[in-house]
Structure formats: structure tokens, C-alpha cells
């Protein structure tokens, strides 16, 4: 039985979540959106999530904000950074400060599911390996 992912999507632009929302789902995780990254970070602070999803351009708390956060906090969960403006400067900087993966805007859902999936591989592994 594959465990049941907890996975966080922020992005400013509602559709994103709406649409993400229900094709993660559909694999049996649980997955909260939040279109405001202070609330987003709030609740990542109150509940553990495996996954975060988080574009980079965005008012007030930006993406790599989100990403220091999260990684300052948890050191298992994976970020995952997407974003309509992809440059290799942006990607490397977010490599280099912890993200665990990259994806370009417009794409579809299941090619977010694909680095989901390699995200929830190395979070089994992780815990294989504390045992």
C-alpha cells in the first residue's frame, strides 16, 4: 500500500490550485492550496507536509522565501518550484538553496505528478534509512 502524500500548492493564480488540486488527489493524496504564501506558510508551520509546491513569482512572500522557509524548518519535506518566468539564473538559485525540483509554466498536471513521484521515492528512502 503506498502511503498517502501531504502536499501543499501555493501559486497567486487561483486556477493553478483548481486545477492541481483534483489530478493529485485522484492518487489518494491530501492536498491543501492557498493562493496567499503567508497563509500558506501559517499552516505549514502548524502541520507537517511531505511536499510543497510553490511558484516563484508572487506579492509578498515570493517563492524562494517560501522555499528558505520550509527548508529552514523541515528538512524532509521537498519543494518543488514552478513559475511562468523559467530562467537557468532563477532554477539555479533554487536548486542551490534546497529545491528539489523545477517545472515551467504551462505544463500539464501529470507532469507535476511525474517529480511528485521521484519527491515521494527519495522521501521513502529518507525514511528506509532512519530505520
Do not use: C, W
Not at 12 to 21: A, C, S, Y
Amino acid at each position: 500500500m503506498e502511503e498517502k502524500l501531504r502536499i501543499m500548492i501555493i501559486d497567486d493564480e487561483n486556477i493553478v490550485g483548481k486545477r492541481l488540486q483534483p489530478a493529485l488527489e485522484k492518487r489518494g493524496d491530501i492536498v491543501e492550496t492557498f493562493i496567499d504564501s503567508r497563509k500558506a506558510l501559517e499552516r505549514f508551520d502548524e502541520q507537517h507536509f511531505d511536499i510543497v509546491v510553490t511558484d516563484i513569482r508572487m506579492d509578498d512572500i515570493d517563492g524562494l522565501e517560501v522555499l528558505e522557509h520550509v527548508t529552514s524548518h523541515s528538512r524532509e519535506t521537498k519543494v518543488i518550484m514552478i513559475t511562468g518566468y523559467a530562467t537557468v539564473e532563477v532554477a539555479r538559485e533554487a536548486l542551490a538553496k534546497g529545491a528539489f525540483d523545477f517545472i515551467a509554466k504551462p505544463f500539464k498536471p501529470n507532469d507535476l505528478r511525474v517529480i511528485i513521484e521521484k519527491a515521494a521515492e527519495q522521501l521513502i528512502s529518507g525514511k528506509m534509512e532512519q530505520r
